[in-house]
């Protein structure tokens, strides 16, 4: 974004938090909902309106307004509030913000409503890390000059854990940070080292820092073992992003003990869908079945279909110490060799798991479905309990859905063998993927995103060792399950959204896009010979869609696909709903993967209390349960990405004499990175290497240019490069350019 762009953006937030202030505070003893203040400001734009709900949030956990009842908003103390947000830019002026470090330890201070962040040079730091909160001391701006200032206390620090490597000492030992960011060392005393050897890549955490002291003390808290080994920096990737890898012993134990056998005076309370035809779609490779689709014809020719979804919150119950630790994980975290999963295994893959001819509760969604338009007639939601008829891996499912046949051949089979289907399984099959097209159809129709991403995959051998890679495609089978999956979790959360009066719910919501991002979206596209719309939301989203299609398969498509993923908001989970753009829903929440997602937990159980009559619920507790639950979720992605460019460096080592075409997918002043068009991996090309010429920086072109030769390399270029480094412990991978590609 241009710093013209983010200052228009920012002031808009500015204008619109001072209205706030100015509408509170002129009638401090009366309440405000969003809908109100939005017309006292004469809010008309979905984005702005948006923007107030957004703001409202966060200056109430601020504390810097007040939320008498839920969505009601007053001020706190007049004068007080005037003062905490009149503050401007004066000589000397304390601001409370976010440190953005940068790998030479100089920082940027980010602060809520200031239109440009605050540079602090690495000598007024004073020991803040990355992504601590932090009061900085804003100096007086000289003309022409960035606005910087001085880190003058930590208020909270974002992590206390690192990892590092341990350089062993006689009488103590220091720990070198891996993380880039970190520009000191941790000395550790000798005797709280754990035993480590000199060279071990450790966890270590943050005991003190005397002001006088050139670096923090700290204490070796996990051992995970020698740099280079795989085991090791995959438990170094979840370690430093705070996420665990195995269960407290206290937890197995406790899981261990919850009786999950299948009761008959438990069946009298639900709903018996034993006898009707039930069945399961997932990767092969899948241990924990959410989900599973019952299909029956009813009289007046319509069809039943059952969303059926394992009932967690049987077996999670609050207060236990098994409730605290599925909320603390919040998500199973997908790694490229493993699931660290949120539930222990007895849950996640055995009692919780809906596996066939097994007697299981669910929480399900069952619809009566027109079979001519896929409308839906009637709807009930409730616990039942079920038996799935089968389980099929989604290549047996498309393959019934290519050839409308139940014969699935050796080859795809989960059985290892070849095997047929009942008739009446692919006419279930069939008829539910011919509904599923419909729906998607009137979504895509309604302006939902079509995001056909291709996903990096790995072949491993035994050691977990990268023997290939290839790429996992939606076909008509993932897409089935995905409808009514998003079925289900519009209707649930249609159904609590709707009422009156309005109850506390867990949403999904996805913001409309930042303007700025699809115009610098719309830049880099026009090169590949695409544009985009802007004449209104629907015309977006068409031309985002049109874009997605007409990329499929070209050279540019992860390119992309990547850029157009960013140019989206994030998704969150709240209890204030503002809908979901991506797939033009109104009302979205997550109801169909609670062995692997906590908020779906928390859907389930708000479900039954009000399908019970229960009242409303307290939303600042839920509130601050979707914020966990959504920094869990990104810090779990994180870890996710992570693990995939490990796994990509250790297959590029093996590839060190190869030459390969790659797409240039960014362009920077320290060099360019470069994306292989047959496996993804992506490394960088540093300018300092590029022999024949000085290149530099042109951040308009999105290139790099010869000063005296004029050639250029540019955003979206194909080039021929070959593996110049590879260092697993950093996740780093250079290459080296050896020109463009002629095709």
């Known amino acids: 974004m241009t710093k013209k762009k983010k200052k228009a953006r920012n002031h808009r937030k500015n204008e619109i938090t001072k209205g706030i202030f100015t509408t509170l505070e002129k009638e401090p003893q009366k309440t405000f909902d969003y809908k109100q203040i939005s017309a006292k400001l004469d809010l008309t734009d979905t984005q702005d309106r948006n923007q107030l709900i957004k703001r409202l949030g966060q200056l109430k956990d601020e504390n810097r307004i007040e939320e008498e009842d839920q969505g009601k908003y007053k001020a706190v103390g007049g004068a007080t509030s005037k003062n905490k947000h009149s503050g401007s830019q004066n000589s000397g002026s304390n601001h409370t913000g976010k440190v953005d470090l940068t790998g030479r330890g100089d920082a940027y201070v980010v602060i809520e409503g200031m239109d440009d962040d605050v540079f602090v040079p690495k000598s007024r730091v004073n020991k803040a890390f990355h992504g601590d909160t932090v009061e900085v001391n804003v100096f007086k701006p000289r003309k022409g000059k960035k606005l910087e200032g001085e880190v003058t206390k930590i208020l909270e620090r974002k992590k206390t854990e690192f990892v590092g490597i341990l350089d062993l000492q006689k009488t103590f030992a220091f720990v070198r940070p891996t993380d880039f960011r970190m520009y000191t060392d941790f000395f550790v005393p000798k005797g709280n080292t754990m035993d480590a050897n000199d060279g071990d890549k450790v966890v270590v955490t943050l005991e003190s820092w005397a002001n006088t002291g050139d670096s923090p003390i700290g204490k070796v808290t996990e051992v995970l073992g020698k740099p280079g080994e795989h085991n090791t920096e995959i438990h170094a990737i979840l370690a430093e992003y705070g996420l665990p890898y195995d269960f407290p012993a206290e937890v197995e134990r406790f899981a261990d003990t919850i009786d999950t056998s299948i009761k008959s005076e438990e069946i009298a309370k639900r709903r018996d869908m034993r006898d009707t035809l039930t069945f399961t779609i997932d990767p092969k490779d899948a241990k924990d079945f959410d989900d599973a689709l019952s299909f029956e014809v009813l009289a007046n020719g319509n069809y039943e279909i059952g969303i059926h979804i394992a009932d967690v919150s049987h077996y999670v119950l609050p207060d236990t110490i098994l409730e605290d630790e599925a909320y603390d994980r919040a998500t199973s975290v997908y790694l490229v060799d493993r699931v660290v999963p949120m539930l222990p295994e007895v849950l996640s893959n055995n009692a919780c798991s809906l596996r066939p001819n097994e007697e299981k509760y669910t929480f399900s969604a069952i619809f009566e479905v027109d079979r001519d338009n896929a409308g839906i007639k009637n709807q009930w939601f409730g616990r039942t309990v079920i038996n799935s008829d089968e389980r099929f891996a989604y290549e047996e499912a498309q393959h019934i859905i290519e050839t409308e046949k139940g014969d699935i051949p050796e080859d795809i089979s989960i059985r290892d063998a070849a095997y047929s289907v009942a008739d009446v399984v692919v006419k279930a099959t069939l008829e539910m993927d011919r509904l599923a097209k419909i729906m998607r159809e009137k979504r895509m129709n309604q302006g939902a995103l079509s995001f056909d991403k291709l996903e990096v995959k790995f072949i491993l051998n035994e050691n977990s060792e990268p023997q290939g890679v290839y790429f996992k495609e939606s076909k008509d089978a993932n897409k089935l399950i995905e409808e009514f999956m998003l079925l289900a979790n519009r209707k649930v959360a249609e159904f609590i959204g709707k009422q009156k009066p309005k109850k506390t719910f867990?949403?999904?919501?996805?913001?409309?896009?930042?303007?700025?991002?699809?115009?610098?979206?719309?830049?880099?596209?026009?090169?590949?010979?695409?544009?985009?719309?802007f004449k209104d939301k629907k015309s977006i989203s068409s031309s985002l869609n049109k874009l997605l299609r007409d990329v499929k398969g070209k050279k540019e498509q992860n390119l992309v696909d990547t850029l157009t993923i960013r140019s989206m908001s994030k998704a969150i989970y709240t209890t204030e709903n503002i809908g979901h753009y991506g797939l033009s829903f109104d009302y979205y929440t997550h109801f169909t993967s609670p062995i692997r997602r906590y908020p779906d937990v928390m859907v389930h159980r708000l479900l039954q209390y009000?399908?019970?009559?229960?009242?409303?619920?307290?939303a600042e507790a839920y509130e601050k349960k979707c914020k966990h639950s959504s920094d869990m979720e990104y810090l779990a992605s994180s870890a996710e990405r992570d693990s995939i460019k490990y796994m990509q460096i250790k297959f590029m080592q093996d590839h060190q004499d190869q030459e390969f075409v790659g797409v240039i997918s960014g362009v920077t002043e320290w060099g360019i990175y470069v994306e292989i068009i047959e496996n993804k991996c992506e490394g960088m090309v540093r300018i300092s290497d590029i022999k024949g010429d000085y290149y530099i920086f042109d951040e308009k072109e999105y290139a790099i240019v010869g000063e005296r030769t004029k050639k250029s390399y540019q955003l979206g270029d194909e080039v021929v490069v070959m593996v110049k480094d590879t260092d697993l412990m950093k996740r780093h991978l250079d290459f080296t350019l050896l020109g463009k590609h002629e095709a």
Do not use: C, E, Q, W
């Open 506 to 533: 867990i949403y999904r919501i996805h913001d409309d896009p930042d303007p700025d991002k699809l115009m610098a979206l719309n830049g880099i596209i026009s090169r590949f010979g695409h544009t985009l719309d």
């Open 610 to 618: 009000y399908l019970d009559g229960g009242k409303s619920v307290n």
